[in-house]
């Protein structure tokens, strides 16, 4: 499970093509950079859960999930996982051990959130500080697609529509990238790549995991102070 930012928006470079001899070309596209965030949960075996997505607001809409800044926090973590991984996962499970990889930032869990998967058999770990970027699964490979496919799907809908994706048009048109993006084969990609699962130790070399080297520089500090005034 891992979180990242959708703006309803195109951030990218983008080409537009008009006939010759117009040294200007014009294409109306949005410029909101309010960020959503999803949290998004993949399964070795190559199925996704529910995506839970996160608007920025300060009250709570039937059809949507929102918190102040719009990015995850331990009540809505804690939320995933009473609404989103404990219901979609008990039939897979038949009563056996469930396991949620995360990072640790605190924003991901709580003590409520430990003590809610030690009754329901859900095992949690940790990924090491700072090794996310070679270990985590979503951020190493689907996450790079997904962001493709969104930022696709936000210049066709632009296209289409002439005018911006509103927070009532952002579920669907997310959904078509979302489906587009996480298909089987990338998700088990995504777990053997970064030597989940299959487990496989040997993905991460040993020269990664080497200790910085020391560096040495020369410093003009601490100066000579001068001698006391008799």
């Known amino acids: 499970m891992d979180e990242s930012g959708f703006p309803p928006s195109n951030q990218g470079t983008q080409k537009v093509v008009g006939r010759a001899g117009n040294k200007i070309q014009h294409k109306q596209g949005g410029a909101n950079r309010e960020n959503v965030t999803a949290l998004v949960t993949i399964c070795a075996d190559g199925s996704t859960l529910r995506p839970m997505v996160i608007f920025k607001g300060e009250y709570l809409m039937k059809r949507f999930t929102v918190s102040k800044n719009g990015w995850t926090d331990s009540e809505l973590a804690l939320e995933w996982l009473k609404t989103v991984f404990e219901p979609q996962t008990r039939e897979k499970a038949a009563g056996k051990l469930r396991v949620i990889i995360l990072d640790g930032h605190a924003s991901h869990y709580s003590l409520e959130f430990l003590q809610f998967c030690i009754l329901h058999n859900i095992v949690v770990l940790v990924y090491p500080s700072h090794c996310t970027h070679a270990l985590q ?94």
């Open 137 to 230: 699964g979503l951020d190493v490979v689907c996450f790079a697609k997904m962001k493709r496919e969104w930022q696709k799907q936000i210049m066709q809908f632009e296209d289409e529509h002439q005018r911006n994706v509103t927070k009532d048009d952002f579920l669907k048109v997310f959904g078509t990238a979302f489906n587009n993006a996480f298909d089987a084969e990338t998700i088990r990609a995504a777990f053997r790549v970064t030597g989940v699962h299959p487990f496989d130790r040997t993905v991460i070399s040993a020269e990664q995991m080497k200790p910085a080297e020391l560096t040495s520089t020369t410093s003009s500090f601490p100066m000579d102070l001068s001698s006391p005034v008799k």
